[in-house]
């Protein structure tokens, strides 16, 4: 149980970490 809960946490930071990389890109217009 205590597995699957911190799995849980680690694919919604993972999540959110790659959506603040594409709205990044996409604010900057993608010349990184």
């Given at each position: ?9 680690i694919?919604s ?20």
């Amino acid at each position: 149980m205590f597995i699957l809960s911190s799995l849980i946490f680690i694919i919604s930071v993972l999540s959110l970490f790659f959506l603040g990389i594409k709205s990044s890109i996409d604010f900057t217009g993608g010349t990184i």
